[in-house]
């Protein structure tokens, strides 16, 4: 038997929502069950494609008190650190690629209030935790390689989750501070019970949610699953 998991938090990630209604989005999505916001910045630089910026953050921000979870896909990162701070950010992670001094960036998020995360692209292997881990306070699976949404979850992100939630239970039996465990790309309701048996505590979905007729079910149906998640999970190999 394993231990019980983490609470499950539902992050709606912004990029498959209608841009033309924004707030609109933001304040239905929360009000039909979801507990944070993911919203995707990228550059067309580190990936191939261009989003939002610390503007809209800070025009989303009055929209919702949830938590609003800025995933940086940029490159140089720390520039913009600051300014999605005093947008409003709640939780900022980025790529340990697109950092010079990964340790110093964390501390960076960390003294502009926000919590501080690390981003793992489904090719980049988990020992930057390793020197890590009292930085952290988020960290994040890519089951799809970023820059698109729509994207079919990799397989091979489960065994990483995994490993990944072993690692945090390992650091906080010994004393250490909670680490959230999210993942992103391709997360539906007919694969959402494996990962989060495999570990996952915070799930971001796209187009698995924005876009469908009725928000509140779709995000009913996977918190479903993800309780019959728990129940494999408890089950342990």
Not at 21 to 34: K, P, Q, S
């Amino acid at each position: 038997m394993t231990s019980p998991l983490p609470a499950a938090r539902i992050a709606p990630s912004l990029l498959a929502a209608d841009f033309a209604r924004l707030g609109d989005e933001t304040t239905t999505v929360i009000a039909a069950g979801a507990d944070w916001i993911h919203f995707d910045v990228m550059d067309n630089h580190f990936v191939p494609n261009l989003t939002m910026g610390p503007m809209v953050c800070a025009a989303l921000r009055p929209h919702t008190q949830a938590p609003i979870d800025v995933h940086l896909m940029v490159e140089p990162v720390d520039a913009l650190i600051p300014a999605f701070a005093q947008a409003g950010a709640n939780i900022i992670s980025f790529h340990p690629e697109a950092s010079r001094h990964v340790d110093r960036t964390l501390a960076l998020i960390r003294d502009h209030g926000c919590q501080a995360g690390l981003v793992f692209n489904p090719a980049t292997p988990l020992h930057w935790m390793d020197h890590l881990m009292e930085r952290l306070d988020l960290v994040l699976l890519m089951s799809v390689n970023p820059g698109f949404g729509g994207q079919s979850f990799i397989p091979h992100t489960l065994a990483k989750l995994t490993q990944a939630r072993a690692r945090i239970d390992a650091w906080q039996a010994q004393g250490g501070q909670p680490i959230a465990l999210e993942v992103d790309g391709g997360v539906k309701a007919d694969n959402i019970a494996d990962i989060r048996a495999a570990g996952a505590d915070v799930f971001v979905a796209g187009s698995a949610i924005f876009g469908q007729p009725d928000y509140a079910q779709v995000i009913a149906t996977l918190r479903q699953g993800i309780a019959q998640g728990d129940a494999r999970h408890l089950i342990h190999k």
